[in-house]
């Protein structure tokens, strides 16, 4: 993990079918997607321990990229995104998002089948654990990963929110094969 030197955060907000969301960037790339408006966020990131010496800049034009592909993307246009991505945390949250970027558009993939795909077969509720710490909901799908019998377990969004993320892809991908 990096240090805690003081970091510049751009952010900005855009509106969805889920609510507001509010996008943060480094100078690397997009870091996080928070649900909600720009106060609660904001909140939401001064604790988060990877970001704790941090200033905060509006920047429309710095996330305009990360906002067009979700715009895109709910609007039915995308599929996967294409961004360049500043993702912290431990070697094992980052080898569990890694493989949720695996995860395709409109399929889903359970807890366990993470585990086995990184190695560690006997680690599902850690990887339950890496799931919801997920900075950067949607573009890295954590929606997408399901109970071993099909349940719909956890979301740090709300599971409404990840039941209507899995249906809207579905909706969709059944419209692209039609």
């Known amino acids: 993990m990096e240090s805690k030197t003081r970091l510049q955060l751009f952010y900005t907000e855009m ?11 480094s100078e690397k790339g997009l870091c996080s997607i928070e649900f909600g ?4 966020a904001m909140l939401k990131m001064k604790m988060n321990k990877h970001f704790l010496k941090h200033e905060f ?8 990229d990360a906002m067009k592909q ?7 246009r995308r599929t996967s995104f ?10 094992f949250q980052l080898k569990v998002w890694n493989e949720l970027q695996h995860v395709h558009y409109g399929e889903t ?6 585990a086995e795909l ?12 890496a799931n919801n710490q997920n900075p950067i909901p949607i573009i890295i799908p954590c929606h ?9 377990v956890g979301y740090g969004g709300g599971i409404e929110k990840k039941e209507f993320l899995l249906n809207f892809e579905k909706q969709f991908l059944n419209e692209y094969s039609s």
């Open 109 to 114: 993939m359970s807890y366990k089948r993470v």
């Open 37 to 40: 408006k720009v106060e609660q």
């Open 144 to 152: 997408r990963v399901i109970g071993s019998n099909g349940a719909l």
């Open 118 to 129: 990184i190695g560690k077969p006997k680690a599902v509720r850690a990887v339950g654990g």
């Open 82 to 91: 294409q961004l360049p991505l500043d993702l912290r945390g431990t070697p």
């Open 15 to 25: 509106e969805s079918p889920l609510g507001p969301l509010t996008l943060f960037a």
């Open 70 to 76: 979700l715009k895109e993307y709910f609007y039915g």
């Open 57 to 64: 800049t509006h920047n429309d034009e710095k996330l305009s």
